[in-house]
């Protein structure tokens, strides 16, 4: 199970930072992140952390994020500087690659969507 808080109401040009914590009798994560939902839009990948520490991100938040993990297992966060108003959508926590008491699911998994508003 992914969940997920740390969403809020931010004003442009400030700060958040999302957290996600995978629970269960997990032992490794392979890849770590976060999507988003803006209304009337489809989800789009944010920002993706793998357990040996390489990361993706979506051009539009390219400097302005940094997506990090709490060593290879089960927390991810999402530190987002310098949002803007198109920031605004519900984010989702994802994992996928888990390795749990030694029997590796290739599966994706999503946490509960957290709200981030950013207000102009």
């Known amino acids: 199970q992914l969940q997920a808080c740390g969403g809020g109401l931010v004003q442009t040009g400030g700060s958040l930072r999302l957290s996600c914590v995978a629970s269960?009798?997990?032992?490794?994560?392979?890849?770590m992140g976060w999507y988003r939902q803006a209304p009337g839009k489809q989800r789009e990948m944010v920002a993706l952390?793998?357990?040996?520490?390489?990361?993706n991100y979506e051009d539009s938040v390219k400097g302005r994020f940094t997506v990090s993990r709490d060593g290879p297992s089960s927390t991810v966060f999402l530190q987002m500087n310098s949002v803007k108003p198109e920031d605004t959508a519900v984010y989702y926590c994802?994992?996928?690659?888990?390795?749990?008491?030694?029997?590796?699911?290739?599966?994706?998994?999503w946490g509960n969507g957290t709200q981030v508003t950013v207000s102009s």
């Open positions: 952390h793998t357990r040996i520490g390489t990361t």
């Open positions: 269960g009798n997990i032992d490794m994560i392979n890849v």
């Open positions: 994802y994992a996928t690659g888990i390795t749990s008491m030694g029997t590796f699911y290739n599966t994706q998994h």
